[in-house]
């Protein structure tokens, strides 16, 4: 919980930031889901999770996502102390980790930089590019501004802020430099094929009911290339009919009320940030 008093710990963004503004949209489910498809595409990256965690493991997938989720909703409104708190559980138990190469046999390191950042860059990418085109409300200097606060985040599992695209232009160089090092592993396809039907606690059987529509709007949104590693078509007119249906879903769960809407963090944000907006339009007049 956090502490309401004036001046409270606001955790790596804040009020003010765009990362408050976009992270709270229930249509990123969908960007998160994304992210892990395309993370997925890095073969040492999916060989290391797949080898050393439970993702993998249909009865306990579900717990290692809900962890996940956690860290991430941490990451993004809690306290600095907390964030660094789950940093710091996340660094340590990465760095005992090691994943081995299924082409050359070689072992190599879980939180190699290389491996972090391609984690990282998948995050940023997905929630960008689904919040952008389900027309959640953002220019492209907030773009830019998401990429560059996303540095804070970066900063949390390990990775020298300094590395790490700074702008949707860098983060676009980043990956063109990256695509030809990338490809769709076994392990990636069968995760693929598992996410349209997920196994999950009973009391949340609406979520393997709503799988196959859900799995095939998110791998509909990443890009053409991801969509060709898979195997699956790479057209412009999925691309178009993905926006058509993120759009859709943003202006349907605009219509809902906000209390509902929002977590409680995402709430505690929107408010905050609505504040600060008053209190500097307040100045504005007054000066």
């Known amino acids: 919980m956090h502490d309401e008093t004036p001046g409270a710990d606001d955790g790596l963004f804040g009020p003010g930031s765009v990362t408050w503004r976009v992270m709270g949209e229930p249509v990123l489910i969908i960007g ?24 993998m493991k249909p009865d306990a997938a579900w717990g290692r996502l809900t962890r996940t989720v956690e ?7 809690g306290p600095v102390e907390d964030v660094e708190r789950v940093g710091r559980r996340v660094r340590g138990l990465h760095s005992k980790l090691t994943g081995v190469d299924m ?3 070689e072992t190599f390191p879980v939180d190699d ?5 391609w984690v990282h860059m998948g995050e940023v990418d997905s929630y ?11 220019s492209g200097r907030d773009a830019d501004r998401f990429v560059d606060e996303q540095r804070r985040a970066a900063a949390v599992v390990g990775l020298d802020p300094a590395d790490v695209p700074a702008s949707v232009a860098e983060m676009a160089d980043y990956y063109a430099d990256m695509r ?8 990636a396809r069968t995760g693929l094929r598992r996410m349209f039907s997920p196994a999950v606690p009973r009391r949340l059987l ?5 799988a196959p529509a859900v799995g095939t709007l998110t791998v509909s949104t990443l890009p053409r290339w991801a969509r060709r590693m898979y195997g699956l078509p790479g057209l412009p007119t999925s691309d178009l ?23 409680p963090d995402a709430r505690r944000a929107l408010r905050l940030t609505r504040e600060r907006e008053t209190e500097a339009a307040a100045w504005t007049i007054a000066s």
């Open 32 to 55: 998160g889901i994304r992210a892990l498809l395309l993370q997925s595409l890095h073969p040492r990256t999916m060989w290391g999770t797949a080898q050393n965690s439970e993702l």
């Open 241 to 263: 009919a993905a926006t058509l249906a993120l759009k859709s879903l943003y202006r349907t769960t605009r219509a809902v009320p906000e209390k509902y809407r929002y977590s």
């Open 103 to 105: 082409r050359t046999g």
């Open 128 to 138: 960008l590019d689904v919040a952008r085109r389900a027309g959640v409300p953002l």
């Open 206 to 210: 609406p979520l393997k009911l709503a």
């Open 113 to 117: 930089p290389e491996n972090l950042l």
């Open 71 to 77: 860290f991430v909703r941490v990451r993004t409104y």
């Open 180 to 187: 030809g090092r990338i490809w769709a592993c076994d392990e």
